[in-house]
């Protein structure tokens, strides 16, 4: 009989601590003699939970910069029953400034002749093609509209694996959709369409899926970390499969710059042509005292660049840029494309049995080039 008491005597202790816990935090209404059930029932599902859910919030505050893009590519053609001419596209965009701008992949609108952007609170505007790079996938476009919702830009240099990711974009042409995942890997280099590699990828294990392409990668305080790019696939037809790619929004920001202010991406240019170190050139080399088969060869060089002016010559075997190790000739574009007009870098090369500091200064890559 004690212990019955006593377990009666926790329980409406217990239940007394919840309600007045629940009460304090406003679960409950306060006064009257409604029980606890009753309060919870019928607390109204449509109440502010700001600040109850991290992504919940991040996702709201992106949200309204986020665009779908539709494109109609082709044209019609006669007779009708011969109309697959004409292909539509749909992808995802960010809005950067509150009068139109919106950064999106080259991919997604590259070839178009008919764009529509979809806003998240149902406007829509024809766009028209600002400029894009094919080298980096990325593109601008513009609406004619004022004071739209921006998207707040972060700072992709701070990312490190295991970070929260947010994607949100178009996936499947199905409206802004929201998927979590974590940063699973920075710096990573991606072959995407055509051969073409991108360098130093966001890879997120966030939902990306076809349509998410140009939308954005946030993270937990609602900033646009990276541009939804491309994903890792199985074969034709597949979708995701936990492996998405996204560009760097601190690369992606400085490109959208170019492109909207000179109409073109202003890329560092050192002037050579290198070759790897492989089949009759590598086995020439060991021959002649070089160790190793890491390394790229100068197989040529501009006339009048910054690699005539600097002092390298041909057949130098660049094995270090700055602090850098060279592999091979990929690496030698990959490095700079992360280097900037005007900045110094210091080559070293390896040069008839001798390993030589060449300074060269990066000029302007010439927009036929």
Same mark, same amino acid.
């Given at each position: 009989m004690k212990k019955l008491i006593s377990y009666? +005597?926790?329980f409406v202790f217990g239940f007394g601590a919840c309600a007045f816990i629940?009460?304090?935090?406003?679960?409950?209404? #306060?006064?009257?003699s409604k029980t606890v059930m009753e309060a919870l029932n019928k607390r109204p599902i449509t109440s502010n939970m700001k600040g109850m859910n991290a992504v919940a919030d991040a996702a709201a505050k992106i949200g309204p910069a986020i665009v779908n893009i539709h494109t109609v590519t082709g044209q019609q053609v006669f007779p009708d029953f011969m109309a697959t001419a004409i292909r539509k596209g749909a992808g995802s965009g960010v809005i950067i400034s509150k009068d139109g701008y919106i950064l999106t992949n080259n991919h997604v609108v590259?070839?178009?002749?008919?764009? #529509?952007?979809?806003? +998240?609170?149902?406007r829509n505007f024809k766009a028209r093609v600002v400029a894009r790079n094919d080298t980096s996938d990325l593109a601008v476009v513009k609406v004619n509209a004022k004071d739209l919702p921006v998207a707040e830009l972060g700072d992709s240099s701070a990312l490190r694996p295991g970070d929260w990711a947010i994607a949100i974009g178009n996936p499947f042409d199905k409206g802004n959709s929201v998927s979590l995942g974590i940063v699973s890997a920075i710096h990573r280099d991606e072959m995407v369409q055509e051969g073409r590699m991108l360098p130093d990828m966001i890879q997120t294990d966030a939902a990306i899926n076809p349509g998410? @392409?140009?939308?954005a990668l946030a993270n937990i305080n =609602?900033?646009?970390? =990276?541009?939804? #790019?491309?994903?890792? @696939? #199985? =074969?034709?037809g597949a979708g995701n499969i936990g492996i998405g790619f996204a560009i760097p929004i601190n690369a992606a920001k400085q490109i959208a710059k170019d492109l909207i202010e000179k109409g073109s991406v202003v890329r560092a240019y050192l002037g050579v042509i290198v070759a790897n170190l492989q089949g009759d050139m590598g086995d020439y080399y060991k021959q002649n005292g070089f160790k190793g088969n890491k390394g790229a060869v100068v197989y040529q060089i501009q006339p009048d660049s910054p690699a005539a002016k600097s002092g390298l010559i041909q057949g130098d075997v660049i094995v270090k840029i700055d602090n850098e190790s060279v592999g091979g000739a990929e690496d030698v574009t990959k490095i700079f494309q992360k280097r900037k007009v005007g900045q110094l870098v210091r080559l070293t090369v390896w040069r008839d049995g001798q390993t030589k500091l060449v300074v060269a200064k990066l000029g302007e890559m010439p927009v036929d080039m």
């Open positions: 009666v +005597a926790i629940l009460n304090n935090y406003g679960f409950l209404p #306060t006064g009257g590259a070839g178009a002749n008919d764009i #529509t952007v979809a806003l +998240a609170d149902g998410n @392409s140009g939308g =609602g900033q646009v970390i =990276g541009i939804n #790019t491309a994903i890792y @696939s #199985t =074969g034709p």
